[in-house]
């Protein structure tokens, strides 16, 4: 996929692309990550992150390698160009929402009546 996607990102996969962008992560990685990086401290439980990174990898949004590490094997996972598009397209997505929003709020600083 080389457009960027044109709806919005759920938070989570906003997360996972952010954390990716800083280089390549295992799993275990990209839910610290997401978790230092979300103020709720948005949890990511492993099958709901494998699932998601499988439909990343699908979408061409991140690429996975398997490393040999003793006795075991890691995947790690990191963004690809295309990604990044997605990432950095809901990023301006995001700023232009704040952009249109900000006024009101100034306009009206209690929030109601």
Request: net charge neutral; proline share 7%.
């Amino acid at each position: 996929m080389d457009a960027p996607q044109p709806t919005a990102l759920a938070p989570r996969d906003l997360l996972i692309l952010s954390v990716l962008s800083t280089g390549p992560l295992h799993g275990y990685g990209i839910v610290r990550a997401v978790e230092d990086r979300s103020e709720s401290g948005l949890p990511l439980d492993p099958a709901n992150l494998h699932r998601v990174l499988r439909r990343m990898r699908r979408d061409g949004w991140i690429d996975e390698t398997e490393e040999a590490e003793g006795e075991g094997r890691r995947r790690t996972y990191a963004l690809t160009r295309a990604g990044l598009a997605v990432l950095r397209a809901e990023v301006e997505r995001l700023e232009s929402l704040l952009r249109e929003i900000r006024p009101a709020l100034a306009a009206n600083p209690r929030g109601g009546r």
